[in-house]
Nanobody, 128 residues
């Protein structure tokens, strides 16, 4: 069992930066691939970025490539998402998620349906 708690969201002007953090509670966290997703009201939850259990493999949505960096610290049980040059279209509720099936695999999953633990989300609002 893993519990996830996101933080770091807020209101920022276009071109600004935010660092989202996800704290994981549970002894098995370090085995799992982790991902960030985002959702706006009335729309489907979309993939943003993901990182393997080791931190050696990462993958980004096209919309976030070059503007974001995902990282993890297994000693601290955290996964961070640094986002730069933010745009109004990045406004969304951002969720942290854990993929328990990855279990020490370097495989990156990009579908929300393949993640089985979720946090409550942290709101990011980018003003123009």
């Amino acid at each position: 069992q893993v519990q996830l708690v996101e933080s770091g969201g807020g209101l920022v002007q276009a071109g600004g930066s935010l660092r989202l953090s996800c704290a994981a509670f549970g002894s098995t966290y370090s085995r799992f691939g982790m991902g960030w997703f985002r959702q706006v009201p009335g729309k489907e939850r979309k993939f943003v970025a993901a990182i393997s259990w080791s931190g050696r493999t990462a993958y980004y949505a096209d919309s976030m490539k070059g503007r974001s960096t995902i990282s993890r610290d297994n000693a601290k049980n955290t996964v961070d998402l640094q986002m730069n040059n933010l745009k109004p279209e990045d406004t969304a509720l951002y969720y942290c998620a854990a993929d328990s099936r990855s279990n020490y695999s370097e495989t990156i999953r990009k579908s929300k349906d393949e993640y089985d633990y979720w946090g409550q989300g942290t709101q990011v609002t980018v003003s123009s």
